[in-house]
């Protein structure tokens, strides 16, 4: 098992250069505090996150760390192009040591494909596509483009990745047939926090029967996100969410523009954190460990992902952050079974 935390930037109401400054700071305090890796996720033109670009991020954060792992939760496929998202994948690959860890996602139909010009096709039609010239991006010493979306002449990249086969890629999956790539190409699966234990663990199964299929990848090691807030006692921690959660959810889930004014229901603010708070560990720290251990075992994933902003302030974020890694995985990790 591995344990991180997940960033998105959120903003309660305070100036976004601040709320991207805290997540900043948290990676060098997850480190501190004995997590393994901290991801961080992309957002553009709305305040449900603020980082436009989680491999820039990513860059800096690893820059001002020694230990942990950094990852995109996730850079979105659909509006880079994979070529150069690989170029910059095998950069921080071969600068950080092999600490940097590439997730992609599909995204969603939103107006970042009008304004950064790939078009609706690269969300609904060309993921794919994308995906396979991504990964070969990270392993060949050149590659060309033969469509159908993307075509161009054969081209040398540099520099050659560190790590090998490549920088391990992880794929947000939050439907069966993204979850049919991911498991056709054997790449691990990155999901979300809306999804319950049973979701996931449907998910998972899905996925393994997909790679079955396919013939039989070797198991993937997926990674489950969660919110996580500590406080004196279940009741507390819940009440300090409720109140803090639709601060930063009702600006931020109304910026999701579609990208052609298709009709789109946005979730309620206020049922979105009750679920968060419900399927979550949020509570004292024995809470915590008891619901991190029940949604390990129940999921099988290999890694849980903390998201640590719902306290709604920079001082929450940063003693969560030390409550978990003082008083939470001490205790996962004595849990974890030896291998054999």
């Known amino acids: 098992m591995e344990f991180g935390i997940f960033l998105l930037g959120a903003v309660f109401g305070d100036d976004p250069g601040a709320a991207l400054q805290t997540a900043a700071d948290a990676v060098r305090y997850a480190e501190h505090a004995g997590f393994d890796e901290a991801w961080i996720a992309e957002h553009h033109f709305m305040s449900y996150g603020t980082c436009p670009s989680a491999i820039t991020f990513a860059g800096h954060a690893l820059g001002a760390t020694s230990r942990i792992t950094v990852g995109t939760a996730v850079s979105v496929l659909s509006t880079v192009h994979p070529v150069a998202l690989a170029e910059q994948t095998r950069m921080l690959d071969r600068l950080s040591g092999g600490r940097f860890a590439l997730g992609v996602g599909r995204g969603g139909p939103w107006v970042d494909l009008e304004v950064f010009g790939t078009g609706v096709e690269a969300y609904e039609q060309h993921f794919a596509e994308r995906l396979d010239l ?9 590659v060309r483009g033969d469509g159908p979306s993307l075509t161009f002449r054969e081209v040398p990249l540099t520099p050659p990745a560190l790590t090998r086969p490549h920088p391990p890629v992880t794929v947000a999956c939050t439907s069966a047939d993204t979850a049919t790539l991911a498991a056709e190409r054997g790449l691990p699966m990155l999901l979300g926090m809306h999804a319950s234990d049973d ?7 899905a996925y393994d029967r997909a790679a079955a299929r396919a013939g039989g990848a070797l198991p993937a090691r997926h990674t489950s996100t969660v919110v996580a807030h500590v406080g004196a006692d279940r009741a507390s921690a819940v009440d300090e969410l409720r109140s ?6 009702t600006p931020g889930l109304a910026g999701y523009i579609p990208v052609d004014d298709r009709p789109r229901t946005p979730r309620d603010p206020m049922a979105y954190a009750e679920l968060l708070c419900d399927l979550h560990p949020v509570g004292d720290p024995a809470y915590c460990i008891d619901r991190l251990r029940t949604g390990i075992a129940a999921t099988g994933a290999d890694r849980v992902l903390m998201l640590v ?22 205790a996962l990790r004595e849990s974890r079974p030896n291998p054999t």
């Open 134 to 142: 991504l990964l070969t991006s990270l392993t060949d010493d050149h």
């Open 199 to 205: 979701d996931k663990a449907r998910t998972i199964a």
């Open 244 to 249: 803090s959660l639709p601060r930063w959810l």
């Open 309 to 330: 902003e719902g306290g709604g302030s920079r001082e929450r974020t940063l003693a969560t952050i030390e409550r978990l890694g003082a008083e939470v995985l001490p």
